[in-house]
Every structure is written in C-alpha cells, then in structure tokens.
C-alpha cells in the first residue's frame, strides 16, 4: 500500500483525551508526523506473553452485537449510525487504524464470517494514505502489515477469503488439535498459514496458546477487535489487559432485535477507567480506555 503524505484531518476527527492517566510508559506515545492524532503510551508486554487489548464499540445504552436477522443487519453499523457520515464516525475509524500500528491483530471466525472482507491493517484499501502508522511499525522492527491471528475452535474458515490472500499478510490460526487437522486437510500449509493448536475451551489452554504466540511468533501487542464469544473467553482467562471503548449516542431498541448483547459488568467491574475523551468540543460520542490487569 502507498505511504504518501495523507490529507488533513477534518475538525472534530481527532480524540481529546480530557482525562488520560498513562503516562509512565513511553511504547507509543509519539507518532511523529501523525499531529492529527494524540497518541496515547503502552506497558510494556508481560514476561510470557502478549499485552492484550481489545476494541470495542458499543451505543448509548450498552448494547455490543445481537442475531443478526440477514446479511444486512450489521449490529456494529447500526450502533455506529449507520451510513450517516459524521466527524464522531471518523474519529472512531482512525482511533481503530491508529490501535494497528502497535503490533499485530486479532479477530474471532464468526466475526470473519460476517466480515468477509475484512483485512485488519493500519490503512485498509480505500483508506487515506497512512503513513505515519507504517513509520511507526517500521521504526520498531516489526513487519510492515499487522500478522493476523484468527481464533477458530473448529478450524471451519474459509481459507479464500482476502486475509489469507493479501500479500505481505501473515496469518495465524489458534485453534484445537481437532481443528488444525481440519485446516491441514484444507491446505492450510499450502497458503503458509500458521497453526498454534490447543485446548482452547479451557483457560490453561488459551493462555498456553498465547505463550507459544509469545515464545515461538514473537507476538507482543494483540488488538483482539472481537467478537463477543473471544473477548470473554479472553477475560474469563485473565488474558484481556484493557478495552478500549467507543460509546456512541444510538439508543439500541433491543424489542426490534434478538439475541441482544450488552456489556455486562463482570467485564468491567474492577477496571480502571484511564483516559476518556472526545471529538470535537461537541462530540456526543465518549472514547474510553479501561484497564483490566494493572502493571
């Protein structure tokens, strides 16, 4: 993808973090050439495996995903907005490209079903110019595209979809033992797909996974961009570090959909809200930081 110089930001597309309470570590907290973005700073990762973060949106009353009733019905546009093109919008856009550039990304199969197109990267085709993201990764040894790690129990992924096929991204599967000789069978070695395989429905297993990520991948940041069935097996594990969380001002009627999720406190009892902000002086949306596991 090109690195030229990207267009100005619009006002209101750049987060103010009114409240923002990390700053001992340095890990990112200076993007040079991106002024159009405050950079927030990293712990550094833990001795045996990856710092984890995740990145969520949710609206205005709590409401993260729900059964979607066709291919149109997208829980996360709706609770976006949907198409209505607003600075609040692309603020959030360049926050999610802006958590890619630390290391590498993550997503569940389910949500890479009803993604199919979906490539993880600092600058996804159609994007402006990222260039400062890529100057970033660059400048700290890692590879010029995010490596993506797809979680999958049965190894049921179709391995024609672009994230297996886009050049210059590295793909990784974590799955089950049952589920690696699925892929094999699917010519997983064929397409240069890794596999980490483990028990993954129990948390000694997940956790086992993410050190051999650690250990044999090198894989130190993991944005885990979902899905829900991810994010808590992830913190059931102790696993999830923080969340990064976008809440906008839709107000989700949850009679008009079924199967309707929504944050439920276990996930953010005991977090320590760290940095808070807006777009614009009048931005409705709120932009927080929690942090789940202190360092």
Do not use: K
């Not at 159009?36 to 045996?48: L, V």
């Not at 240069?192 to 050190?211: F, K, N, S, Y």
């Not at 777009?279 to 360092?295: D, V, Y």
Request: proline share 9%.
């Amino acid at each position: 993808m090109p690195v030229s110089e990207p267009p100005p930001a619009t006002p209101g597309t750049r987060i103010r973090w009114d409240r923002q309470r990390e700053t001992r570590f340095p890990f990112g907290r200076r993007l040079p050439g991106a002024e159009d973005i405050e950079a927030m700073g990293f712990p550094p990762p833990w001795i045996d495996r990856p710092w984890i973060y995740a990145t969520m949106v949710c609206s205005a009353n709590g409401a993260v995903a729900w059964h979607r009733a066709g291919p149109g019905d997208d829980p996360v546009l709706a609770i976006l907005g949907g198409d209505e093109a607003r600075p609040e919008r692309e603020a959030d856009r360049r926050h999610v490209r802006h958590l890619r550039c630390y290391g590498d990304v993550a997503i569940g199969a389910q949500t890479l079903r009803e993604q199919p197109r979906l490539v993880q990267t600092p600058q996804e085709p159609g994007d402006p110019p990222a260039p400062a993201l890529y100057g970033f990764r660059l400048a700290h040894g890692l590879p010029f595209h995010p490596r993506h790690v797809i979680y999958s129990r049965s190894g049921a992924i179709d391995l024609t979809l672009p994230v297996f096929n886009t050049p210059g991204i590295d793909a990784i599967v974590v799955t089950t033992r049952a589920g690696a000789d699925r892929l094999r069978a699917s010519g997983a070695a064929s397409r240069g797909i890794d596999l980490v395989a483990d028990a993954l429905d129990t948390p000694e297993g997940l956790r086992r996974a993410h050190e051999r990520l650690f250990a044999d991948r090198g894989v130190r940041y993991l944005d885990c961009e979902g899905g829900e069935t991810v994010l808590e097996a992830l913190r059931t594990a102790g696993l999830l570090d923080e969340i990064f969380l976008t809440v906008t001002d839709v107000v989700v009627d949850s009679r008009r959909h079924a199967g309707v999720q929504t944050i439920p406190g276990a996930t953010l009892a005991g977090a320590d809200l760290i940095a808070e902000g807006s777009a614009g002086a009048a931005g409705a949306w709120r932009f927080q930081r929690w942090r789940l596991n202190p360092r």
